[in-house]
């Protein structure tokens, strides 16, 4: 199976500070890739998917790049509601597989 | 807009199975992939299958590592998914969710329920 990995682990940023996050496949997973909002016990939500596409509802300030097996999670400026951990996903192989997410966490 | 709403038992002996029910409301049953992940404390999430159903027909579908222990079932009549994991360990200790996928990608999930917490202790 795909083997998703994030970096980095914890992400440090102060409010309306810009954050990038990674995600790499173990191989190439074409556009394929989603991303995922969690806040503490609430469940995932879809920020992203097709690698660039938003989902319904979610900011501009949120954007997304990559293809292949090197993607990339931005946040332009970060708003309170955006500290919470951020998932990666590929659903180009079976099984679809997820990373082990990123903290973005207040500086 | 759709809603999803897990429930069953919070703990499960070792050994035994567990069983979860993900009602939804709000929107219709058929036509989608209705899938369960799980999340083990401080781990990613895991995809453990689906089941899909329309006009009367439809298939599951499971990981290859949970295959031998686990079924997705549908009842249509009380818009609920039900799934069952048998022979369970403190492994599958995790937050089961359910989730709905995205247009006609079945492992795209964006509609999820609350999840529910299972712990595997005796």
């Known amino acids: 199976e795909i083997v998703m990995t994030q970096s980095p682990v914890t992400l440090s940023v102060s409010p309306g500070e810009g954050a990038t996050l990674s995600c790499r496949a173990s191989q190439s997973v074409s556009s394929n890739l989603a991303w995922y909002q969690q806040k503490p016990g609430q469940a995932p939500r879809l920020l992203m998917y097709g690698a660039s596409t938003r989902a319904s509802g979610i900011p501009s300030r949120f954007s997304g790049s990559g293809s292949g097996a090197e993607f990339s999670l931005s946040i332009s400026s970060l708003q309170s509601e955006d500290f919470a951990v951020y998932h990666c996903?590929?659903?180009?192989?079976?099984?679809?597989?997820f990373g082990q997410g990123t903290k973005v966490d207040i500086k | 807009q759709v809603q999803l709403q897990e429930s069953g038992p919070g703990l499960v002996k070792p050994s035994e199975t567990l069983s979860l029910t993900c009602t939804v409301s709000?929107?219709?049953?058929?036509?989608?992939?209705w899938n369960w992940v799980r999340q083990p404390p401080g781990k990613e999430l895991e995809w453990i299958g689906y089941?899909?159903?329309?006009?009367?027909?439809?298939?599951?579908d499971y990981n290859p590592s949970l295959k031998s222990r686990v079924s997705i079932s549908i009842d249509t009549s009380n818009n609920q998914i039900s799934l069952k994991l048998s022979s369970v360990t403190a492994a599958d200790g995790a937050v089961y969710y359910c989730?709905?996928?995205?247009?006609?990608?079945?492992?795209?999930?964006?509609?999820w329920g609350q999840g529910a917490l299972v712990t595997v202790s005796s």
């Open positions: 989730a709905r996928n995205l247009g006609v990608l079945p492992f795209l999930f964006d509609s």
């Open positions: 996903q590929q659903y180009n192989h079976w099984p679809p597989t």
């Open positions: 089941i899909y159903y329309s006009g009367g027909s439809g298939g599951t």
């Open positions: 709000g929107g219709s049953i058929s036509s989608y992939y």
